[in-house]
């Protein structure tokens, strides 16, 4: 059973950086595809990226400021965000799933079958 848990969000400054990690405490021998969503207040919850196979794909809003990476040995995903904005706060969940799915669909909420809790970033001016 996959068992994400993420961390690392806070209160930071605009400009400044964070990084936020999501760690599988289960058994996640089979994912092929993690994501990092956002959803800020009154807003719905959408893509900031996903990692797949060694490919990464980004939300043009994050473009160019965030980067995905993958520790396999650590079974953890991080979500290196630069550059923050004040519409960067939100609460950050990432989501993991096993099966195959068509790139197109990557970014998808609706495609990953495992979620954290989520953590806040919340980023001031």
């Known amino acids: 059973q996959v068992q994400l848990v993420e961390s690392g969000g806070g209160l930071v400054q605009a400009g400044d950086s964070l990084r936020l990690s999501c760690t599988d405490s289960?058994?996640?021998?089979?994912?092929?595809?993690m994501g990092w969503f956002r959803q800020a207040p009154g807003k719905e919850l959408e893509s900031v990226g996903a990692?797949?196979?060694?490919?990464?794909y980004y939300a043009d809003s994050v473009k160019g400021r965030f980067t995905i990476s993958r520790d396999n040995a650590k079974n953890a995903v991080y979500l290196h965000m630069n550059s923050l904005k004040t519409e960067d706060t939100a609460v950050y969940f990432c989501?993991?799933?096993?099966?195959?799915?068509?790139?197109?669909?990557?970014?998808?909420?609706?495609?990953?079958?495992?979620w954290g809790q989520g953590t806040q970033v919340t980023v001031s001016s």
């Open positions: 989501a993991a799933r096993a099966g195959r799915i068509v790139v197109s669909a990557v970014r998808s909420p609706s495609s990953y079958d495992y």
């Open positions: 289960g058994r996640a021998f089979s994912i092929n595809y």
């Open positions: 990692w797949s196979a060694g490919k990464t």
